[in-house]
């Protein structure tokens, strides 16, 4: 798993559920710029992953089960299986 696998994950878990990453967020209960883009990388370039605690919130929130996240991972982000 990478960076960009986890981010990318995040970003078409939101998208299908027909919410931005803000939304998103704000669903969860955390602050609408939690998944923003910009909070990706630090100020000195370093990557900044998402907390399982985070994730914990964005599963519960959706009603959702960690494979409909993960499986944008699995997949390089299509989600489709291929």
Same mark, same amino acid.
Not at 10 to 24: K, N, P, T, V
Not at 28 to 51: A, H, I, M, Y
Not at 52 to 72: E, G, H, Q, W, Y
């Given at each position: 798993? =990478? ?9 078409? &878990?939101?998208? +299908? $559920?027909?919410?931005?990453? @803000?939304?998103? *967020? ?6 609408? =710029? ?9 100020? &000195?370039?370093? +990557? $900044?992953?998402?907390?399982? @605690?985070?994730? *914990? ?26």
């Amino acid at each position: 798993m =990478t960076h960009n696998q986890i981010w990318n994950a995040i970003d078409m &878990f939101a998208h +299908e $559920r027909g919410l931005s990453c @803000s939304g998103l *967020a704000r669903k969860c209960g955390l602050d609408p =710029t939690t998944f923003n883009k910009s909070k990706r990388l630090s100020v &000195f370039g370093q +990557e $900044r992953w998402s907390t399982m @605690s985070s994730i *914990a919130k964005v599963l519960n929130a959706t009603n959702a089960r960690p494979n409909d996240l993960f499986k944008f991972v699995q997949n390089d982000g299509r989600g489709d299986g291929k």
